[in-house]
């Protein structure tokens, strides 16, 4: 199987990539040098050429406070280059997935987001953004994979534990957000999930996070907790933190359709942070 993964230089995309050589499958990896998925020409052309069988799309603009100032960059890259990337896999019949998010909910109450809820009300531009990817995916296809995320972690580029780590090496003290609750995504895990899918037609929505519920507070500690740092974590709300997006207070996802259709679910949490500190520790060292 030949599958063209877009954004392949990200914290995902380049998983994916890295997943699909282990198995002995073939990759076409393509990013914004490779690819402007803005322009629909030139997917068309690229996703043609490329001879896949099949697409992984990780692409996105994922910056989400700076997307409040650039919603037109964000729908460009989020909306209109998913819609070309669906276009071009409706002309030439080939099964696309789709990585969205949490964010395309409106993040209220407690009871977990079903992935088949159509009751989609983002909170902020990325997550309507994303939203309307949602929409041409499943406007234009048939044989789509809606595989959503949240708090993604990987070796490539920022995320919530560099930060931390980088902040506890400087302050004793640090305020974090303690209202706000999901389930952090190890990439290397998620890579595996979607190699797996990707190689069926157990076509639909799906949530994909790592097993396990915490708060960013809970999260911080346990990230200082296993890199032996001695940091006091105080718990703040997010309106003593406020953000220029706001951001769902509930990002919990109802994962129990990977069971139903025979996929296995993510490890928990702790265990995918525990490997990622020493695969992080390996990165920083040379090894």
């Known amino acids: 199987m030949r599958v063209l993964v877009t954004g392949a230089k990200g914290q995902l995309g380049s998983d994916v990539i890295t997943e699909l050589t282990k198995r002995g499958m073939e990759s076409v990896a393509v990013d914004i040098e490779e690819m402007d998925i803005t322009k629909r020409d030139e997917v068309m052309t690229v996703i043609e050429e490329s001879k896949a069988d099949a697409v992984i799309h990780c692409a996105a603009y994922t910056a989400v406070d700076a997307a409040e100032d650039n919603e037109d960059l964000c729908r460009l890259i989020n909306a209109e280059g998913t819609r070309n990337i669906a276009m071009a896999c409706a002309k030439f019949d080939l099964p696309m997935m789709y990585i969205s998010t949490d964010y395309v909910f409106n993040g209220e109450g407690t009871t977990p987001w079903e992935p088949d809820d159509l009751n989609r009300e983002p909170l902020n531009v990325y997550g309507q953004t994303k939203y309307e990817g949602e929409l041409a995916v499943e406007e234009l296809l048939e044989k789509y994979f809606i595989v ?132 992080l520790g390996r990165q920083e060292s040379g090894d």
């Open 148 to 279: 959503r995320i949240a708090w993604v972690f990987g070796l490539n580029g920022k995320n919530f534990i560099k930060t931390m780590i980088k902040l506890g090496q400087t302050h004793s003290e640090l305020n974090v957000v303690a209202d706000q609750i999901g389930s952090p995504t190890y990439t290397v895990d998620l890579a595996r999930l979607l190699v797996d899918m990707i190689q069926t037609d157990k076509y639909g929505r799906y949530h994909a996070t790592n097993t396990g519920l915490c708060t960013w507070h809970e999260f911080a500690e346990e990230i200082f907790l296993q890199k032996g740092m001695i940091v006091k974590v105080e718990p703040v709300t997010s309106d003593e933190f406020p953000t220029k997006a706001k951001r769902p207070k509930n990002s919990r996802m109802n994962k129990s359709k990977l069971i139903e259709n025979g996929f296995d679910p993510l490890p928990a949490w702790q265990d995918a942070l525990k490997r990622y500190l020493i695969e």
